[in-house]
Nanobody, 124 residues
Framework: QVQLVESGGGLVQAGGSLRLSCIAS????????MGWFRQAPGKEREYVAT????????GYADPVKGRFTASRDNNKNTVYLQMNSLKPEDTAVYYC?????????????????WGQGTQVTVSS
């Protein structure tokens, strides 16, 4: 069992930056691939980014490529999502997710465990 807790969300102006963190507990963190997803009001949950268990591979959704960066520190059982050049359309609740294996991919159904989310609001 893995428990995930996100933090770092908040209100920021367009063009600003935020760094989200997701701390995992309950099991050794190393073998878990991690993903970031988001859900805006009235919309389906969508893929944002993924990072492999080792941290050597990452993937990003087209809307965030070049602006968001996923990273992890397995010694701290933590994954991060650095978000730069934020836009109002990035406003959403952001979730981290975990799955066993090296790489999680972009499908939410691939992931076994989810955090409760952190709100990101970008004002224009």
């Amino acid at each position: 069992q893995v428990q995930l807790v996100e933090s770092g969300g908040g209100l920021v102006q367009a063009g600003g930056s935020l760094r989200l963190s997701c701390i995992a507990s309950g099991r050794a963190f190393g073998p878990w691939a991690m993903g970031w997803f988001r859900q805006a009001p009235g919309k389906e949950r969508e893929y944002v980014a993924t990072i492999s268990a080792s941290g050597s591979s990452t993937g990003y959704a087209d809307p965030v490529k070049g602006r968001f960066t996923a990273s992890r520190d397995n010694n701290k059982n933590t994954v991060y999502l650095q978000m730069n050049s934020l836009k109002p359309e990035d406003t959403a609740v952001y979730y981290c997710a975990a799955r066993t294996g090296h790489y999680g991919g972009s499908e939410s159904s691939n992931y076994d465990y989810w955090g409760q989310g952190t709100q990101v609001t970008v004002s224009s």
